[in-house]
């Protein structure tokens, strides 16, 4: 929990089609997982929506 305490402001958090954890994914939910607070952003919604819904399935929460 070494975040834990601290607000991440992600960008390009959603997803692009292939196969793989893009970078922007990856790092939300290392946050997240780390105790972070996050914003995320993205240029797709539905990319972003499916990040966050990931995050949460793990217990965390993320605000869009």
């Known amino acids: 929990m070494k975040l834990r ?3 991440a402001i992600v960008t390009g958090a959603g ?3 292939g196969e793989g954890t893009g ?3 990856a790092a939300a939910i ?3 997982r780390e105790g972070a607070t996050l914003v995320l ?3 797709s919604l539905a990319s972003l929506e499916e990040t966050k819904a990931l995050i949460e399935q793990e217990g ?5």
């Open 5 to 7: 305490g601290k607000v």
């Open 15 to 17: 997803q692009t089609a």
């Open 23 to 25: 970078n922007g994914r």
């Open 30 to 32: 290392t946050f997240a």
């Open 41 to 43: 952003a993205n240029r």
């Open 60 to 64: 965390y929460s993320a605000h869009c």
